[in-house]
């Protein structure tokens, strides 16, 4: 499953809530995925009649598959291989040790600097934009340079005073 799956009411609607023994929640790092674990648990409850039991006992797991290492996902394959060595015997016990940390999103490039890379460039373009502006101020300075010295040397009994 992922957060996006509707309303509460949605729930009571998916049938695979009822025959689940554990449910992966992906995409944890969406918006909305808490509420969306604490409203599947209740389902599943509901579902499993397990009054009862705690919220922490549900196997109800939020998970970021596609980041390495993910907490979720590490407790749900450990939950996985007990749900599966429980219902076959398969010998398929596992010796990996699960934390009580919750997914969360590990970001390369933090968010407050997404835009970091376009900033840089922007203000590239801007400085790019004031040199060539300055490059004209100093042509039309040379130009009038040029020409008040050629007026100079023409008329040399007047001089030219520049500031």
Do not use: C
């Amino acid at each position: 499953m992922t957060p996006e799956f509707g309303a509460a009411t949605q729930l009571e609607k998916i049938d695979m809530l009822d025959f689940a023994d554990i449910v992966a929640l992906n995409k944890f790092d969406k918006r909305g995925a808490l509420d969306a674990v604490r409203d599947v648990k209740k389902q599943y409850k509901r579902n499993h009649n397990l009054w009862d039991i705690k919220d922490d006992e549900i196997p109800v797991f939020g998970t970021i598959a596609s980041q390495f290492n993910d907490p979720g996902m590490n407790t749900l394959y450990r939950s996985l291989m007990d749900e599966i060595e429980l219902k076959t015997k398969a010998g398929l016990k596992s010796s990996f040790s699960i934390s009580k940390e919750m997914s969360e999103k590990i970001f390369v490039i933090p968010p407050n600097r997404i835009r970091y890379l376009s900033e840089i460039s922007e203000n590239n373009r801007a400085y790019d934009s004031w040199v060539n502006s300055q490059v004209e101020v100093a042509n039309k300075l040379d130009a009038l340079l040029r020409t008040l010295s050629l007026y100079s040397k023409d008329n040399s009994n007047e001089t030219v005073v520049l500031l």
